[in-house]
Nanobody, 125 residues
Framework: QVQLVESGGGLVQAGGSLRLSCTAS????????MGWFRQAPGKEREFVSA????????YYADSVKGRFTISGDNAKNTVYLQMNSLKPEDTAVYYC??????????????????WGQGTQVTVSP
């Protein structure tokens, strides 16, 4: 059983930064994918970013490209999402997720099997 625990959310002013962390237990990351998604009130869960450990590749939604950076520490079983130049429209609950198998379809929530509980990010104008 894989458990994911996010941390690092909070309240920040527009233009500020936050770093989210997601630590996994129950499995190491050696050849898996970790993704970040977010969900704002009344909206569907949307893809933010993903990292493929095996291919050492990173992926970003257009809305966060150039502002957010995903990275990971395999030894700590932790993935990070550095969020800079935050905007009010980034306000959402942020979730990390990981799949059982690497489908190559990183931006779809249905590709992921395990989810964290979420951490709230609020960006004030």
């Amino acid at each position: 059983q894989v458990q994911l625990v996010e941390s690092g959310g909070g309240l920040v002013q527009a233009g500020g930064s936050l770093r989210l962390s997601c630590t996994a237990s129950g499995r190491t990351f050696k050849s898996y994918v970790m993704g970040w998604f977010r969900q704002a009130p009344g909206k569907e869960r949307e893809f933010v970013s993903a990292i493929s450990w095996g291919g050492r590749s990173t992926y970003y939604a257009d809305s966060v490209k150039g502002r957010f950076t995903i990275s990971g520490d395999n030894a700590k079983n932790t993935v990070y999402l550095q969020m800079n130049s935050l905007k009010p429209e980034d306000t959402a609950v942020y979730y990390c997720a990981t799949p059982l198998y690497d489908s190559g379809n990183y931006d779809s929530p249905t590709s992921y099997d395990y989810w964290g509980q979420g951490t709230q990010v609020t960006v004030s104008p």
